[in-house]
């Protein structure tokens, strides 16, 4: 029996929500694919940019991925506005070393695509290239403490969706080469 008033999640609506959220902190689609691009480039020299944005769109079409951006964002945003109880307040607010929970929320982006996700993570996570210094630029007066993480997470999965991807490619040419006698 249906309840006419009970709760039914929009997928769409959430889909729309992560790329306008992304959009109004400052990260576009295009600036996560050069890092998918930086990540990638020495395994796959003919890469496009387009290619990389493409497997960004596919990483963030995810629910799981749309669920922690969309956190991470709300979470950001409450601290800037000085609303998160206090230690966490300032926890958040500062970027606190010692406050891991960013870089779990981001992880549970890169858990959905392997051990290259979590080794790309770690290298941009140190690194900080593209649009992932201007996330940590605490002088913007903007919170990004998730959002740096979840970004960086994101352009990670992709180059993991492109290594394996890429890896698949070979093996079905090289599986045609045999069956055609090459």
Known sequence: MSHPNMYRLNSKEVASATEEWLAKRGVTKEQIGQLVMLLQKDYFPELTLAECVLNVESVLSKREVQNA????????????EGKLLPP????????????????ILA???????G???FTNFGYVDKLKPGVLKKLNDKNSGEIHTFLDDIVGAIAASA???????????????EESRQQSGE
């Open 69 to 80: 951006v969309l956190t991470g964002i709300q979470l950001d945003m409450l601290a800037e």
């Open 88 to 103: 966490l307040q300032n926890m958040i607010a500062y970027d606190e070393g010692l406050y891991g929970c960013d870089e």
């Open 107 to 113: 992880l549970s982006i890169v858990n959905v695509y």
């Open 115 to 117: 051990s290259i996700g």
């Open 159 to 173: 180059s993991s969706r492109i290594a394996h991807r890429k890896q698949a490619e070979r093996e079905a040419m």
